[in-house]
Every structure is written in structure tokens, then in C-alpha cells.
């Protein structure tokens, strides 16, 4: 069992940044690819950026490639999501998720996570 807990959201100007972290309790996040999905009001969740159990790979949705970077310490058992040039369509509650899957384009796909974390706010003002 693994227990996932975001943190970091808040209000932002647009352009501005924000960092976003996600600390796991229960099992070292070793062995778990990890995912970050965002829901807004009214839409369904998406997928917005995951990286594999080594780190070694990224995948990130079309509408955040280039200004979000993903990225994981092991050691402290903590995966984050770097958010910069946000926009107001990136207002939304942000949840981090983890996966027994070793890699691969099925992390952008939520039915392929067993964990979920219980959301932040990001809330990005025009």
C-alpha cells in the first residue's frame, strides 16, 4: 500500500511558477512509475506528465510539453512537478498517482495507476 500526498499548489499570476510535490508513505516510490493528471471544473481528468520507475523516461501531454518538467528523488522518496509559463487553462486540481508499470506510453492512461493522491489546488489568474 501506498499512501500519496500533493503538495505546492496555490495561486499565481500568469507566467508565473509553481513546483509541485508528491511524497509517498508506505513503500519506497522505487519501484513505481509515477504520473501527475489535473482535473478542472466541469472536464474529466487528464493526464498531464509521468516518468518511469528509473527516471530515465518522460512523457508529458502536448498542452504542457516544454513548459512542465517531471522529475523524481528516490531517495526521498518524492516526485515533483516543475510548472512554469502557466496559463489560466492550467487552473485545475492537480493529483499525483503511482503505477507498478515498468515505462511506457500506457502511463498516460489513468486506468494504469494504482494509487492516487488526494489533490492540490493550482489556480492561475489572467
Known amino acids: 500500500q501506498v499512501q500519496l500526498v500533493e503538495s505546492g499548489g496555490g495561486l499565481v499570476q500568469a507566467g508565473g511558477s509553481l513546483r509541485l510535490s508528491c511524497v509517498a508513505s508506505?513503500?519506497?516510490?522505487?519501484?513505481?512509475?509515477m504520473g501527475w493528471f489535473r482535473q478542472a471544473p466541469g472536464k474529466e481528468r487528464e493526464f498531464v506528465a509521468a516518468?518511469?520507475?528509473?527516471?530515465?523516461?518522460?512523457y508529458y501531454a502536448d498542452s504542457v510539453k516544454g513548459r512542465f518538467t517531471i522529475s523524481r528523488d528516490n531517495a526521498k522518496n518524492t516526485v515533483y512537478l516543475q510548472m512554469n509559463s502557466l496559463k489560466p487553462e492550467d487552473t485545475a486540481v492537480y493529483y499525483c498517482?503511482?503505477?507498478?508499470?515498468?515505462?511506457?506510453?500506457?502511463?498516460?492512461?489513468?486506468?494504469?495507476?494504482?494509487?492516487w493522491g488526494q489533490g492540490t489546488q493550482v489556480t492561475v489568474s489572467s
Open positions: 498517482a503511482a503505477s507498478g508499470l515498468i515505462g511506457g506510453s500506457p502511463l498516460t492512461r489513468e486506468l494504469s495507476y494504482d494509487y
Open positions: 508506505g513503500r519506497t516510490l522505487r519501484v513505481y512509475s
Open positions: 516518468i518511469s520507475w528509473s527516471g530515465s523516461s518522460t
